[in-house]
């Protein structure tokens, strides 16, 4: 089993800036794709950005050049550096963890929840 755990949700004005983390632990196999998702009210959970073990990232339309992905060298922490916001990046975002050689190894975080709104 993996546990993830978010943290860096919260409210933010439009133009501002947020930076949410995510922690794995447990079981973890080396070699995963983390990344973020997001899922605003009646809309279908979307890719945020998502990041391998080797460095390669790949983002949702919506956020390229306003976010960054990032990941820590235990590869255990996934980072998601926003910027620019704008009202609709409001959602709740989801932490995922898996591996593409392991079918069935995928993980998600309990969710965070974004605002952007003055």
């Known amino acids: 089993q993996v546990q993830l755990v978010e943290s860096g949700g919260g409210l933010v004005q439009p133009g501002g800036s947020l930076r949410l983390s995510c922690a794995a632990s447990?079981?973890?196999?080396?070699?995963?794709?983390m990344g973020w998702y997001r899922q605003a009210p009646g809309k279908e959970r979307e890719l945020v950005a998502v990041?391998?073990?080797?460095?390669?990232?790949n983002y949702g339309d919506s956020v390229k050049g306003r976010f960054i992905v990032s990941i820590d060298n235990a590869k255990t922490t996934v980072y998601l550096q926003m910027n620019s916001l704008k009202p609709e990046d409001t959602a709740v975002y989801y932490c995922?963890?898996?591996?593409?050689?392991?079918?069935?190894?995928?993980?998600w975080g309990q969710g965070t929840q974004v605002t952007v709104s003055s």
């Open positions: 995922n963890l898996r591996n593409p050689l392991f079918r069935g190894y995928e993980y």
């Open positions: 447990g079981s973890i196999f080396s070699n995963n794709v």
């Open positions: 990041i391998s073990s080797g460095g390669s990232t």
